[in-house]
C-alpha cells in the first residue's frame, strides 16, 4: 500500500493534536462561548481522524463497527481524563460520534447528512447564542449584569430566576449554604473604583447576605477563605444601592494583592436561614 502525503501529514497533524485531550482547554471559570467552541474540537477531530482511518479501513462498510470501536475510544480517553484533573463528559463522548457520524455519511444522500448535522446546528446555535452574550457583556460594560433580556440568565448560577419586571429573582433557601453566582462576565476591573448592586427586598425585614468575589489564581491554591474577599451585608426593605470599595476588594487577601485584572466570579449566598427568603437583583455595575 503506497501512503499519500496528504495522509501521512493528516496523521502527524492528529497526533500533534491528541494532547489536548487532556492537557490545556478551557476550566470551569472560562467563559461559556469559549468552553462551547472548545467542545467542538471533538467534532473536527473525530471527522479527520475518520478520513484518516478510512485510508487503511473500509469504515463506510463496516461503519457501525467502527462506531463501537469509537465509542471505546472515547470511554477510555474520557477515563483517562480523570487523571489530568478533567472530568468525564458524556457530551464529550457525543460529539465525538457525531463527528466520525459525518465523515460516514459525507457522500451520502443529503437526508442522511441533514440527521446527522441537526444536532450539529444545534450546538452551533447555542455557539452562537454564547457568542452574542458575550459581545453584549463588552458593549455594556462597565455594567456587569442586568436582567434586560432573558438571555442574561446565562450569567448566573444557582437559584435564579427573571421577573416580569426584569428583575433577576435569588430565592435563597434554609441551606446551610444557599448561593448564587455570576462567573460569566467581563473580568478586567482596573481602573474602578466601586462595585456597585442594586437590589429589592420584598421582605418587611431586614436580610443578611454575603458578598464574596474571588479572581482566578483563588482557584488554584485551595480556595481559602483568608484568600478572597468576604463580607457580610444588610439588605433593608424596600430599593437599596450596596456599594462596595474595590480597593478594599483588593486589600482582601491576606498574603497577596488582589489581581482586579482577572476577577473570577461574584458570589451572594446566605446562611442557615430560618426559612426561605426572596431577593431581587437590579444591575451589577462599576464605578
Same mark, same amino acid.
Given at each position: ?26 476550566? #470551569? ?8 467552541? #472548545? ?8 471527522? &479527520? &481522524?475518520?478520513? &484518516? ?7 463506510? @462498510? ?25 472530568? &468525564? ?23 442522511? @447528512? ?9 450546538? #452551533? ?14 458593549? @455594556?460594560? /462597565? ?12 450569567? #448566573? ?63 488554584? !491554591? ?7 474577599? @468576604? ?5 433593608? /426593605? ?10 478594599? !476588594? ?38
Amino acid at each position: 500500500m503506497v501512503i499519500s502525503k496528504k495522509t501521512i501529514f493528516l496523521g502527524l497533524a492528529l497526533a500533534a493534536i491528541t494532547p489536548l485531550f487532556f492537557l490545556g482547554g478551557p476550566h #470551569w471559570h472560562s467563559p461559556d462561548v469559549y468552553r462551547a467552541v #472548545w467542545n467542538q474540537g471533538h467534532v473536527f477531530f473525530f471527522f &479527520f &481522524f475518520s478520513w &484518516f482511518i478510512a485510508q487503511f479501513w473500509p469504515l463506510r @462498510r463496516d461503519w457501525w463497527q467502527y462506531l463501537l470501536l469509537l465509542l471505546a475510544v472515547s470511554l477510555a480517553i474520557e477515563t483517562v481524563q480523570i487523571a489530568f484533573s478533567r472530568s &468525564f463528559s458524556l457530551m464529550d463522548i457525543v460529539n465525538n460520534l457525531l463527528g466520525a457520524a459525518f465523515y460516514l455519511v459525507w457522500s451520502r444522500p443529503m437526508w442522511q @447528512r441533514l440527521v446527522v448535522m441537526l444536532p450539529l446546528l444545534w450546538q #452551533w446555535g447555542d455557539i452562537g447564542l454564547h457568542g452574542l452574550a458575550y459581545y453584549q457583556q463588552v458593549q @455594556r460594560f /462597565p455594567l456587569l449584569a442586568d436582567f434586560s433580556t432573558s438571555g442574561q440568565l446565562r450569567q #448566573w448560577r444557582g437559584p435564579i430566576t427573571q421577573t416580569p419586571e426584569q428583575l433577576g429573582q435569588i430565592s435563597f433557601s434554609t441551606d446551610t449554604f444557599s448561593t448564587v453566582m455570576l462567573d460569566d462576565m467581563p473580568r478586567d476591573w482596573r481602573g474602578y473604583q466601586t462595585l456597585v448592586m442594586k437590589m429589592v427586598n420584598p421582605s418587611d425585614e431586614a436580610l443578611s447576605v454575603v458578598l464574596r468575589i474571588n479572581d482566578i489564581q483563588h482557584i488554584y !491554591v485551595d480556595q481559602e477563605e483568608t484568600d478572597r474577599y @468576604r463580607h457580610r451585608f444588610e439588605v433593608p /426593605p424596600g430599593e437599596s444601592s450596596i456599594n462596595i470599595d474595590l480597593l478594599t !476588594v483588593k486589600n482582601a487577601p491576606r498574603d497577596r494583592s488582589m489581581n482586579m485584572g482577572e476577577i473570577q466570579a461574584v458570589m451572594l449566598f446566605t446562611t442557615a436561614l430560618p426559612e426561605p427568603r426572596t431577593l431581587l437583583i437590579d444591575k451589577l455595575f462599576l464605578d
